[in-house]
């Protein structure tokens, strides 16, 4: 198929002996973070970090996890050597990933081959060459050898007890260039007992409706059991693994998150969500697939990249509504504007409080939060206008509840949640020898105390922060806590220069929950402080902490 708008129709669900296809029964699926993701720039996996990650996987059910190259790469070699007494897997397959043996060599004597070996990894998966010119320009062999590589090494580390997958290197570009020849390294593969040969779009650079017609075509050609590897650099890995399962592939492969070189790899929650979820094709163990959101976050926090909110099932953003007219439709049937149940996924709805939010935001947001404001329309009416005059000043609280639970608290309550009452606070930043560093001071009531307290920093808000701890920690230890971990300045009004308005968002965590406040002022350090206070507010009442009088 070329050319034109391309459609899935219904009937490609179907057995359609004459295109290759078949009916789709049991999927496998292969993990690969630890091995190709890890090939993502700026990401470094310590053995710690694979062992950790290999434990989440197999928690998800993944079926298979392929956590390296033994022999290649020392730290690969040592995490073989450790998973195998310190993770007791109840779902996964651990898989080491090598390469055929050399051109003109023996594979019973090749040290690469005899490592994959020596890893006690039940399964190998053997990168093999399927593209005439890689064999030729990057091999410097002749195809007929490079045939006889795959052959060989497959068939040792069968009779060494191994069950073996092939991965075929830049398949999708070698079959457009010379299919008869890519075909053959399959049916070599196959032939000589691999279990599975899997197809890779290593370029990226195929669509679905290409991969889901080669697929079909080398299913019909060799009867082998085929799998997908999908790069993403036209965005279509996810798509191009679900149009080869539905062209007969039986294994999927791909990474948590999606990580990998360049644009990365098929992101194997989106993979499996789309299959179980809209497929119909169970590929994880009854219950796992609520897990995914959890899993994907944990991953995320090992790799120290930060969960992409707006990634699909998986992102803080995937099941957010912000306009007024999505929120009156959920109001009604949250099914109208959400393609699955966000739980399945183990995700959750949320209503992004705006000025672009009408009142039944305003009022689903409050009930989530123990508000009910559908009898009180006043109430109603007075914290929606409030929302929209604060954000026109230039607050944001779609991407700071805990502030917005603060203002509603406020309203709902009569009073704003307090648990000190401060009376002034300074700060004074200062270069000595090169080094910049602040001292602020703090004076506060808490308890029926009076509290001036000097806290150092290396710059304004980290000295204010300091302080400001250390005068109410006194009276509530449960600040003690509480750790900033994210900060962000905006400005509001560019144009101004230093005479801007600046908002400032603070991300807090007390260890297990984590939150967001704002604030605006005239100048970052009076941003800062509004987002501090509001901060160590949230996090006592989030503890359940009694107020004390001031």
Same mark, same amino acid.
């Given at each position: 198929m070329s050319g034109g708008l391309f459609c899935w129709p219904d009937k490609l669900l179907h057995h359609r002996p004459e295109e290759g296809r078949r009916d789709v029964k049991t +999927?496998?699926?292969?993990?690969?973070?630890?091995?190709?993701?890890?090939?993502?720039?700026?990401?470094?996996?310590?053995?710690?970090d694979k062992l950790h990650i290999a434990q989440h996987l197999d928690d998800l059910g993944v079926e298979f996890i392929e956590g390296g190259w033994p022999g290649a790469i020392p730290k690969d070699t040592e995490f073989f050597r450790r998973a195998t007494t310190e993770i007791t897997f109840q779902h996964a397959t651990l898989v080491a990933f090598g390469a055929t043996r050399k051109a003109n060599a023996i594979a019973a004597e090749d040290p690469q081959v005899l490592a994959l070996r020596d890893s006690?990894?039940?399964?190998?998966?053997?990168?093999?060459?399927?593209?005439?010119?890689?064999?030729?320009?990057?091999?410097?062999?002749?195809?007929?050898?490079?045939?006889?590589?795959?052959?060989?090494?497959?068939?040792?580390?069968?009779?060494?007890?191994?069950r073996v997958f092939v991965d075929c290197e830049h398949f999708f570009n070698g079959y457009l260039d010379n299919p008869e020849y890519a075909t053959e390294v399959v049916r070599t593969a196959a032939a000589a007992g691999a279990e599975v040969v899997v197809l890779c779009d290593t370029n990226g650079g195929m669509l679905p409706h290409q991969v889901g017609d080669i697929v079909g075509k080398v299913l019909a050609d060799t009867g082998a059991t085929l799998g997908i590897h999908a790069q993403d650099d036209t965005g279509c890995a996810v798509a191009n693994s679900i149009a080869a399962v539905l062209a007969g592939a039986t294994q999927v492969q791909g990474t948590m998150n999606g990580y990998g070189e360049r644009t990365g790899n098929a992101n194997l929650i989106g993979c499996v969500a789309n299959l179980q979820l809209k497929l119909g094709i169970p590929v994880l163990p009854d219950g796992k697939l609520a897990e995914a959101t959890r899993i994907s976050h944990a991953v995320a926090e090992i790799t120290n990249y930060p969960p992409d909110a707006r990634q699909p099932y998986t992102g803080s953003s995937a099941f957010a509504h912000k306009a007024g007219l999505h929120a009156s439709a959920i109001k009604v049937d949250p099914d109208l504007y959400q393609h699955i149940d966000p739980a399945l996924v183990g995700n959750d709805m949320r209503l992004l409080v705006s000025e672009m939010a009408g009142r039944a935001t305003i009022e689903l947001r409050g009930r989530d939060l123990g508000y009910d404001m559908a009898g009180?329309?006043?109430?109603?009416?007075?914290?929606?206008?409030?929302?929209?005059?604060?954000?026109?000043?230039?607050?944001t609280f779609e991407a700071a509840d805990a502030s917005f639970e603060l203002l509603l608290a406020e309203e709902m309550e009569g009073a704003r949640p307090s648990y000190f009452d401060v009376e002034s606070w300074r700060v004074i930043a200062e270069s000595t020898g090169g080094v910049a560093a602040a001292e602020a001071t703090v004076k506060v009531r808490a308890g029926g105390e009076r509290f001036a307290?000097?806290?150092?920093?290396?710059?304004?808000?980290?000295?204010?922060?300091?302080?400001?701890?250390?005068?109410?920690?006194?009276?509530?230890?449960?600040?003690?806590?509480?750790?900033?971990?994210?900060?962000?300045?905006?400005?509001?009004?560019?144009?101004?220069?230093?005479?801007?308005?600046?908002? +400032?968002?603070?991300?807090?965590?007390?260890?297990?929950?984590?939150?967001?406040?704002?604030?605006?002022?005239?100048?970052?350090?009076?941003a800062s402080w509004e987002a501090l206070l509001d901060a160590l507010t949230y996090g006592l009442r989030l503890h359940r902490v009694a107020a004390l009088p001031t």
């Open positions: +999927v496998h699926i292969f993990d690969t973070t630890m091995r190709d993701g890890a090939q993502q720039e700026g990401l470094n996996l310590s053995v710690q006690n990894a039940p399964v190998v998966c053997l990168v093999a060459k399927s593209h005439d010119k890689h064999v030729e320009l990057a091999l410097r062999t002749t195809l007929d050898e490079n045939l006889a590589m795959v052959r060989d090494t497959v068939e040792f580390l069968r009779s060494e007890g191994r009180n329309p006043t109430k109603l009416a007075r914290v929606t206008d409030r929302v929209k005059e604060m954000e026109q000043a230039g607050y307290v000097i806290g150092e920093g290396n710059g304004p808000v980290n000295a204010l922060d300091h302080a400001l701890r250390q005068a109410i920690e006194r009276v509530y230890p449960d600040v003690a806590q509480f750790r900033l971990t994210d900060f962000r300045v905006r400005i509001l009004d560019q144009g101004r220069g230093t005479d801007s308005i600046t908002r +400032v968002l603070i991300e807090t965590t007390d260890g297990k929950d984590s939150w967001v406040t704002v604030g605006v002022g005239a100048n970052i350090i009076e």
